[in-house]
């Protein structure tokens, strides 16, 4: 191992510090999703910290499916968290699942029981919720914590052998019920569960908690370091106590230490609420565009090195902070400006009718992307009837407002400067169309537009859909379960009937649409003979 290792962050100075005070040879992390729900941005973060300070230190990461709830995990979950952390570019050394360790849990339990550290009581959740004590009371001692090592070791084993209903008994660390730290109060360790497990069968009815399946796994694995988010600090001293107390574990204990986890300001970060809109359909599935999901980034034209640029970016803090999202914006659209082929989409449509047009048509060419020198260039048709943005005419301009107006003038990019000689409305008084002029001898009559706007030719246009995202909850509202109705922003997807030049069609990543954003065609609901494209993000910060 390298310990000339520079540390960047507390975590790192950690490790560093481990080395050399326990002469470690290996580090080695693990990332331990459950296997509920769909990786989010938050777990990105997670992610990135524990295999890139595993690679720093020139170890290794285990990725361990921690599947101690089987009511709610599924192999739809792992194969998507599989499949996420590939993505992103990382490789775990082994895949592991709790699950294969559950023998060996229950032999830590039985080691405990047979310490007098571990008891079976026949509370129920709610007793021993209403026992536990405040952060200024003790809690109040179960009347079954002083049963016998033997007593405890035999219901202990019917509990596994099914004797029992569901929540009829429990097996509890018997540690203090007066420690100032309420997760050290007797918590439990076991409970019945006549639930078919979506690896082990029917094999189990007692599944161990979290808190007592997460250390023991890290130290049956030898896990160096745990690194975990801050909700788990509190946590830390019944992690170590059951890292202490099983004398079954072999070699090193592992270290846990706490990072402040990722809140993006106006995000929804929480699998159960996710969970909901998605069940309740308020979102098209879990890769839904406007859900923080990985799917739903990837669907929308993130890339795996953005998404990891922003969690380099924001850094490994201890206190929890919430991060404005342009910041995760600016680290795609850097990364799409540079690699980003440019094309001509015009979103949302007017017609223009160029009257003085003397030519059949003619070829503008446009770069590829100008950021590259010697970049190729492909033509797009200039003629007669051409499309522009609907933003870019206003019957009635602003001050600052330098792009086409009636009697107005405007350069159209890479072609002619146009006079708009006549606004044609229909009959209900909407815009049907513009009739515009081409002013040949423009520097004769000394005309500089201001501004220079894109365009499309008719005869050339595809139609195609285009959809653009905003906040999925109105702003200023808190997510609360059972308020979708109120708090879900109706207008979190504007979707346009738009036209797009041949050469998009032909793009199979992230394409810049000329003065309006990065677009990707989506995967999901583009067909063969119609195209939908997804913004990506803006060619600026909307803020």
């Known amino acids: 191992m390298d310990n000339n290792i520079t540390p960047s962050n507390f975590i790192e100075q950690a490790i560093v510090e481990d080395i050399k005070t326990k002469g470690l040879k290996k580090i080695v992390t693990r990332f331990p999703p459950e296997p509920n729900g769909y990786t989010h941005i938050g777990h990105a973060k997670a992610i990135c910290i524990d295999f890139m300070t595993a690679e720093k230190f020139k170890g290794y990461t285990n990725l361990r499916m921690d599947d101690t709830n089987p009511s709610k995990e599924s192999e739809e979950y792992v194969k998507a968290l599989m499949d996420d952390i590939r993505w992103l570019g990382f490789k775990w050394k082994n895949l592991t699942y709790a699950s294969d360790y559950y023998e060996f849990l229950y032999n830590c339990a039985i080691d405990l029981i047979e310490q007098g550290k571990a008891f079976v009581c026949d509370m129920t959740a709610d007793e021993v919720s209403a026992n536990r004590g405040t952060l200024t009371e003790p809690g109040i001692e179960s009347p079954y914590r002083n049963r016998s ?47 078919s497990h979506f690896r082990q069968g029917d094999k189990w009815c007692i599944y161990p908690m979290y ?32 890292v202490d107390n099983c004398r079954i574990l072999p070699g090193v204990k592992p270290r846990q230490i706490e990072f402040a986890r990722l809140n993006i300001d106006g995000t929804i970060m929480s699998k159960r609420y ?11 599935g ?25 969690c380099t970016r924001i850094g490994v803090a201890k206190s929890n902070s919430i991060v404005q999202p342009h910041i995760l914006e600016a680290c795609i659209r850097e990364e799409l400006n540079q690699s980003a082929t440019r094309v001509v989409g015009v979103i949302d449509p007017i017609k223009v009718k160029i009257t003085n047009y003397n030519k059949k048509s003619e070829k503008v060419m446009i770069s590829n992307n100008p950021l590259h020198q010697n970049s190729k260039k492909h033509p797009i048709l200039f003629t007669d009837e051409i499309y522009i943005e609907r933003e870019d005419f206003m019957e009635e301009p602003t001050k600052k407002f330098f ?54 030719s008719q005869s050339e246009a595809v139609k195609v859909t285009t ?33 797009v030049e041949p050469f998009a069609l032909k793009q199979t990543s992230n394409m810049q649409f000329v003065r309006n954003g990065y677009y990707i065609e989506d995967s999901k609901l583009s067909k063969k003979d ?14």
């Open 149 to 195: 090592i033997e007593e405890n070791l035999r219901l202990f084993r019917e509990m596994r052998a099914g004797k029992y209903a569901d929540g009829e008994k429990t097996l509890r660390a018997k540690i203090d019920m007066s420690n100032p730290n309420i997760n050290m109060r007797d918590p439990v360790i076991y409970r019945i569960m006549h639930v």
């Open 211 to 242: 808190d007592f399946a997460h250390p023991l796994s890290d130290a049956y694995e030898q896990i160096t370091h745990s690194l975990c988010s801050l909700e788990f600090e509190d946590h830390r001293p019944l992690y170590n106590w059951f």
């Open 274 to 284: 996710m969970l909901e809109l998605v069940e309740k359909d308020y979102v098209d």
């Open 286 to 310: 879990w890769d839904d565009p406007r859900l923080p999901t990985l799917k739903g980034f990837r669907r929308k034209g993130y890339t795996p090195s953005a998404i990891r640029e922003f």
């Open 403 to 456: 792009r086409l107006t009636p009697d107005g003038y405007v350069r159209l990019m890479g072609a002619y400067i146009i006079h708009c000689d006549e606004v044609v409305k229909t009959n209900t008084g909407e815009i049907d169309y513009l009739k515009c002029s081409i002013v040949y001898d423009a520097v004769e009559q000394g005309i500089k537009p201001k501004g220079t706007i894109h365009w499309l």
């Open 467 to 499: 959809k653009r995202f905003h906040n999925l909850i109105k702003e200023g509202e808190v997510y609360e379960s059972g308020m979708l109705d109120k708090i879900i922003n109706p207008n979190s997807v504007e979707e346009f009937t738009s036209y």
């Open 530 to 543: 119609h195209r939908v494209y997804l913004e990506t993000v803006s060619l600026k910060d909307s803020k």
